[in-house]
């Protein structure tokens, strides 16, 4: 059974970064396909951060040029790196399969942005 642990999320001030880290365990292949959500307080959850089918990272138009993606099939793990913060990125952040039938969610990382 695959299982996800994000880690990273924290305080920060507007115009700052933060790295989060999904290290996804219980499969060897279950690190691909792996993007970032985010559930911002009273909206649904979206995914914010994936690779394409070749490989490339897509970001929606909020974060674009500001997050980056990384996969390290090593470790496992796929992380968001999150520049320029801003007080909209406030939200509680997920990694999961990008399409398809979803794994078990795990708790997630809060990520507060303060103005």
């Known amino acids: 059974q695959v299982q996800l642990v994000e880690s990273g999320g924290g305080l920060v001030q507007a115009g700052g970064s933060l790295r989060l880290s999904c290290e996804v365990s219980?499969?060897?292949?279950?690190?691909?396909?792996i993007g970032w959500y985010r559930q911002i307080p009273g909206r649904s959850r979206e995914l914010v951060a994936r690779f394409s089918i070749l490989g490339d990272p897509i970001f929606v138009d909020d974060v674009r040029g500001r997050f980056a993606l990384f996969k390290d099939n090593t470790k496992n793990s796929v992380d968001l790196q999150m520049d320029n913060l801003k007080p909209e990125d406030t939200a509680v952040y997920f990694c999961?399969?990008?399409?398809?039938?979803?794994?078990?969610w795990g708790r997630g990382t809060q990520v507060t942005v303060s103005s």
């Open positions: 999961n399969r990008d399409s398809g039938r979803l794994y078990s």
């Open positions: 219980g499969s060897i292949s279950a690190v691909d396909g």
